[in-house]
């Protein structure tokens, strides 16, 4: 991302710029001074929200591919998106899903979000059967709502406010942000623990996946 400057969000902001204007969204809905005031300051998500260390895990970047006769059993998860409406895997069926696992109130999770838009532009447009959905942890839906809004993400994402869905995601994403390419079958067949630095890094490994099906 040369000289700190963030494309692909319908303009050119600087990192810095961002990051405010994700924080501004939120505190525009009443929420920040509130979840304050009202939320155990131990307790895992309201550490989320602050982004301190306890209760966060920040990934180094590590790349894991797992070959097809390597990968477990198919991922199962359901929710709710950030608007409310009901989600399972079937609404993915038969395709290659990428997951995210963010937060806004995670520096590196803002940061990787123009590669990640810019990855989910360019493989949904070129694979019918790419789909990206995003997993908002943490943070209240309205609050993830208004994150993914301000970082212009061209796909939904499911509410996990309390941190509920790892184990549906085998726990394979305790750090945030963590990024799961579930192949066909919805096996987890790679995995960044940790931001993506490039648009490059995630289509490599999602085109490796969707070549298993050609």
Not at 43 to 66: C, H, M, P, Y
Not at 162 to 170: F, H, I, M, T, W
């Amino acid at each position: 991302m040369a000289g700190g400057v963030m494309a692909g969000l319908g303009g050119s902001f600087s990192r810095r710029q961002l990051l405010r204007g994700v924080a501004l969204s939120a505190a525009g809905l009443g929420l920040a001074a509130g979840a304050a005031a009202c939320t155990d300051p131990n307790s895992v998500s309201e550490q989320a929200r602050r982004g301190d260390d306890k209760g966060f895990i920040a990934g180094d970047g590590t790349i894991e591919q797992l070959a097809p006769e390597q990968r477990g059993a198919p991922v199962e998860l359901s929710g709710k998106l950030l608007d409310g409406t009901p989600w399972s895997m079937a609404d993915a069926a038969n395709t290659v899903l990428v997951l995210n696992v963010w937060g806004s109130w995670c520096e590196p999770c803002v940061a990787e979000a123009p590669e990640l838009v810019q990855a989910a532009d360019s493989l949904t447009a070129a694979h019918k059967d790419v789909r990206f959905l995003g997993i908002n942890v943490g943070e209240s839906p309205q609050t993830g709502a208004a994150g993914a809004r301000a970082l212009q993400l061209p796909y939904p994402s499911l509410s996990d406010e309390y941190r509920g869905l790892g184990p549906a995601l085998q726990n394979k994403a305790s750090a945030t942000p963590t990024t799961l390419v579930l192949d066909r079958a919805h096996r987890i067949a790679a995995r960044i623990s940790g931001p993506i630095t490039s648009p490059a890094t995630l289509t490599n490994l999602v085109e490796s996946v969707v070549a298993e099906g050609a």
